[in-house]
């Protein structure tokens, strides 16, 4: 039985995992950096040190935890990109010093790409299938088509739904980071009417044609809407706000998901059960969740996602990614490079940065 550890350093968690071909979850570690909620974002030199610091650590304590040996792994997976490139690299020298010492083979991992197969280790969903890849850094709509092979239909033309909700989240004085709290307080909203009549906020994009998100107009909404506020926001008006924010934000992403629906039924009309999948850090939302479930359900395709623990960074992500690839036989020399950006489907053309 193949054996494949994976290493996940792009932002600000450190993670350690390793799996098997069977689809078992031996050891899933992940380490959350808490140096950075005092910046109200990540700050690149303080996550590659704080990576460096505990790296050789949790790839200790994974192989204790799983009782097994260098000698028992069949590959080394880590991600190389894209990512903050100072942690990326601590986790590439690390895979790659393993490699070299044990003589065991390295597969380079798109993280993009662990979120993409995320699903596949967690249920049995077949290519091709929707994936709507939500998070911090990411709003991208994609067919997966096979390990490797993507389409992708619409990205965000300017900021991530992820970085909108630390932005909303950050404006209200909020903690870091933005999506848990700020759903939370949506939660506590108790006239949604009202707080729809008192803030509201556009939905960029809505009804427009093609895919692609925007998310910069709804970021700059909150600001001007915070402005006005007193100096001291009132936890119902906090409140009422993110749910009004909530709001917009699900009406963007199930519009502009719903066109990619239709395009994919019509390039996919072979598969037998068409899927939509959502991935990444702002999958475990469960407000959007729900909107997606809907839409599914009236266009009588299955909805999947990750369990909420592999949504955001992990390890297990790029430890299953690389053993997709792996058992492919798509491994990577020892001098492979890293990348900051690295698009999932190379031949899209390029979005203004």
């Not at 098997?20 to 990540?42: C, D, P, R, Y």
């Not at 690149?44 to 097994?68: C, F, Q, W």
């Not at 009417?193 to 009804?207: D, W």
Request: neutral net charge; hydrophobic residues 45%.
């Amino acid at each position: 039985m193949k054996r494949v550890l994976g290493i996940e350093t792009s932002c600000d968690e450190t993670a350690v995992a390793i799996v098997t071909e069977k689809k078992e979850l031996l050891v899933n570690l992940i380490l959350s950096q808490q140096e950075h909620a005092i910046f109200g974002g990540v700050v690149p030199e303080i996550a590659a040190r704080a990576h460096l610091n505990h790296i050789d650590v949790l790839v200790k304590e994974a192989l204790d935890k799983s009782g097994l040996g260098f000698t028992d792994l069949d590959a080394i997976a880590v991600t190389a990109g894209p990512g903050l490139i100072g942690g990326v690299l601590v986790g590439v020298m690390t895979a790659k010093a393993i490699a070299a010492v044990h003589r065991i083979p390295l597969v380079a991992v798109n993280h993009l790409e662990g979120h993409a197969l995320t699903v596949r280790l967690t249920d049995e969903v077949a290519f091709p299938y929707l994936l709507l890849l939500v998070s911090g850094g990411h709003c991208q709509l994609l067919v997966v088509e096979g390990v490797g092979k993507y389409k992708r239909f619409g990205t965000t033309l300017d900021d991530a739904v992820g970085e909108c909700f630390d932005k909303t989240a950050k404006l209200l004085g909020l903690d870091y980071p933005g999506g848990p709290v700020v759903e939370r307080l949506a939660g506590e909203c108790t006239d949604h009417a009202r707080a729809l009549k008192k803030f509201p906020l556009p939905a960029p994009l809505v009804g427009k044609e093609g895919c692609d998100f925007s998310f910069s107009g709804l970021k700059t909404a909150v600001k001007l809407t915070v402005d006005k506020l007193p100096d001291v926001i009132q936890r119902q008006d906090a409140a009422d706000l993110c749910y009004s924010f909530q709001q917009s934000v699900a009406h963007v992403i199930n519009d502009r998901t719903e066109r990619a629906l239709k395009k994919y039924l019509a390039l996919c009309p072979e598969q037998k059960t068409p899927t939509l999948v959502v991935a990444g850090g702002v999958a475990a939302n469960q407000m959007l969740r729900k909107g997606l479930e809907e839409l599914s359900a009236r266009y009588h395709v299955r909805f999947a996602a990750p369990p909420l623990k592999l949504c955001t960074d992990n390890a297990a992500m790029i430890a299953w990614a690389g053993m997709e690839r792996f058992l492919l036989g798509m491994t990577d020399p020892p001098n492979f490079p890293v990348f900051p950006r690295w698009p999932l489907d190379p031949d899209t053309v390029k979005m203004p940065s």
